[in-house]
């Protein structure tokens, strides 16, 4: 298990939303928990000063782009990149350095998976490059996959099922507890333990996170086996419950147990 770190843009702007609030027929919804006046290079030269591998820079609609190129810049082969991705621009953001691409709305059609586009992807940029964001919100007792900035649910729930079969085009997913994203007031503990049992791939998982003590409750509920993101409780975010310095030392203890 280990921290992975994340750059959030949105409007050009490193920010840390509250990620229901983001929604297309309503701008003026979004809650906003932080603006940073720091550049996308500043935050991913940090994290490659620091050997923090594997975060994701997503892109949260159009006006991102050169903000994104620059963090890829920074930390070559550090980043991956998501928000958008088609294969219209996949293999160009994995030339402008992102060490793999996210993929969620592209592979999804009124709600349905469309194994074609999962299929294209995986021969466009190759297995070992791609990553499946299976972001979701809660409805009744289970969790459904959302797409198009977590605002539409589709009908693919998180099961040990769905899991396997994303797993044959993808080395990894990524899964936002959309419903709990930015709140800062504790993660989906269900969904930390289903996934800790039953992800068949490295799964990194983000929403919630209040402060160490949750870091350590999603290496206890997901079994070790699960990856974490953290953005607004961070103190480079903004927040006052967590240290990034904490969570790069977290990482570094990992490394020698």
Known sequence: MKFRPCIDLHNGKVKQIVGSTLRDENPGSLRTNFT??????????MYKHDGLYGGHVIMLGPGNE???REAFLAFPGGLQAGGGITPRNARYWLDQGAAAVIVTSYVFQDGRVLAERLQEMMELVGRDRLVVDLSCRKRGDSYYVVTDRWQKFTDTKITPETLNYFSRFCFEFLVHAADVEGRCQGIAEDLVADLGKWTPLPTTYAGGVRDMDDLLLIGELGGNRLDVTVGSSLDIFGGSTMKYRDAVAFNRQ????
């Open 36 to 45: 940073s006046e720091l550049s996308a290079s500043h935050y991913a030269r």
């Open 66 to 68: 050169q903000a994104a």
């Open 254 to 257: 990992q490394e020698k147990t």
